[in-house]
């Protein structure tokens, strides 16, 4: 939403330099707003005020609601950013990060709702940077009331985002079953196929350039599972026979599916699905493979966030691309630090430690001198360890 709050009377004239900044930003077009950022990828000026930018933030509040508007963002995006959308939404939420890292009255910052919208994307670039400046936002005391409100529609999302890969095939515990899927979490074995990896070295694994043929297609593959409950299973029976009996006419009951409750589980590779070893994928191919797999395992909408998420890192390293990796580890990283910071003790404690009870460690080591990890990912993992370490339970 937009920043209701009046400059106040005795408010300082910025310097210069910011002064023309926020004259090109809130008078340039909204095609051009991306090309005058991009260039600033940190903060070359004095500390500045939030005050001072009131009207940038409010017009990037517009940009944003009416992006979140034209690509239906209240839920799984289904139509792909348009080169000149992502850039224009990477440089805002950028440049509204570095505001809340170089500027006082950060409590003014009002955009938390269109935040919320853009971690339904299903661009890795724009949900990293959404995820930044969430975690900057969610560090501030003040924020978090606000941010707590969202918690109960963010926090299923951020939780899927912080799952284990399963790099060696490893297996989920089967989850309870809940109402949504925002308030369900799953658990899942840490235990590899050969009872030797650990879940530590899945960080070290994954910060690392390059990776091992062998796990590489190991991970390329499509795992996800899901409880069905009795009420899910009885309406897709319903659903099915009113559709075909409207459709042929007639229906014998041997002829009709069985949709069986309990545990559903997707193993499936991505070579099977169409994808090519080596080539990245594009957006449209990977909106078929989760379209066929949600037709073919009948996934409910609350379980289509995680699926598409899995379907996501299995491309990265289908493809072989380690940027798009390193940016999904990186959002990874974000997520649970942003969780430490919404949750209580206790509510961390139960909600995300007792799935990664080793989660502080295990990031730790990425930064060990062998493992050679961008400093792209270095920087996330201290920025995760400046917010975990916050928690009582965490601190030795």
Request: net charge negative.
């Given at each position: 939403m937009r920043i209701k709050k009046l400059q106040h009377k005795r408010l300082n004239f910025p310097p210069q330099e910011i002064q023309s900044l926020?004259?090109?930003?809130?008078?340039?077009?909204?095609?051009?707003?991306?090309?005058v950022l991009e260039p600033l990828h940190e903060w070359p000026f004095v500390r500045g005020d939030i005050y001072h930018w009131i009207t940038v933030l409010?017009?990037?509040?517009?940009?944003?609601?009416?992006?979140?508007?034209?690509?239906?963002?209240?839920?799984?995006?289904?139509?792909?950013?348009?080169a000149g959308t992502q850039r224009l939404l990477v440089a805002i939420v950028t440049f509204s990060r570095l505001l809340m890292e170089n500027c006082i009255n950060r409590n003014l910052y009002n955009s938390v709702e269109r935040l919320d919208c853009l971690l339904n994307t299903n661009d890795p670039e724009v949900l990293e940077c959404t995820l930044r400046l969430l975690l900057r936002a969610a560090q501030r005391w003040s924020y978090q009331r606000d941010l707590k409100t969202s918690l109960t529609t963010m926090s299923g999302r951020l939780l899927t985002i912080t799952e284990s890969w399963q790099l060696h095939g490893q297996k989920q515990d089967t989850a309870a079953a809940t109402a949504t899927v925002d308030s369900s979490v799953e658990g899942e074995d840490e235990a590899t196929v050969?009872?030797?990896?650990?879940?530590?070295?899945?960080?070290?694994?994954?910060?690392?350039?390059?990776?091992?043929?062998?796990?590489?297609?190991?991970?390329?593959?499509?795992r996800f599972s899901y409880f069905r409950t009795t009420e899910e299973a009885?309406?897709?029976?319903?659903d099915y026979s009113c559709n075909n009996n409207s459709s042929s006419g007639s229906m014998t009951k041997s002829d009709a599916?069985?949709?069986?409750?309990?545990?559903?589980?997707?193993?499936?590779?991505?070579?099977?699905?169409?994808?090519?070893?080596g080539i990245s994928?594009?957006?449209?191919?990977?909106?078929?493979?989760?379209?066929?797999?949600?037709?073919?395992?009948?996934i409910p909408e609350l379980q289509q966030y995680k699926l598409r998420h899995r379907i996501q890192v299995a491309a990265s390293f289908m493809s072989g691309d380690s940027s798009l990796r390193f940016s999904l580890l990186r959002s990874r990283i974000y997520a649970a630090a942003i969780l430490s910071q919404l949750m209580s003790e206790l509510e961390f404690k139960n909600g995300f430690l007792s799935r990664e009870p080793n989660f502080t460690a295990n990031i730790i080591g990425v930064m060990q001198?062998?493992?050679?990890?961008?400093?792209?990912?270095?920087?996330?993992?201290?920025?995760?360890?400046?917010?975990?370490?916050?928690?009582?339970?965490?601190?030795?």
């Open positions: 926020r004259e090109q930003l809130e008078t340039c077009p909204v095609d051009d707003i991306y090309r409010n017009r990037f509040d517009d940009i944003m609601a009416e992006v979140c508007e034209n690509y239906q963002l209240t839920s799984l995006q289904m139509k792909t950013f348009d050969d009872g030797t990896a650990s879940h530590t070295s899945e960080f070290k694994i994954l910060a690392r350039e390059n990776i091992d043929t062998s796990l590489q297609i190991s991970a390329s593959v499509v009885q309406q897709l029976e319903a599916p069985v949709f069986k409750e309990g545990l559903i589980t997707v193993d499936v590779s991505l070579e099977t699905l169409g994808f090519t070893r994928a594009s957006e449209e191919e990977l909106r078929q493979a989760f379209n066929k797999l949600v037709a073919q395992y009948n001198p062998e493992v050679h990890a961008p400093l792209s990912v270095q920087t996330a993992v201290l920025l995760a360890l400046e917010a975990i370490l916050k928690q009582r339970s965490e601190v030795s």
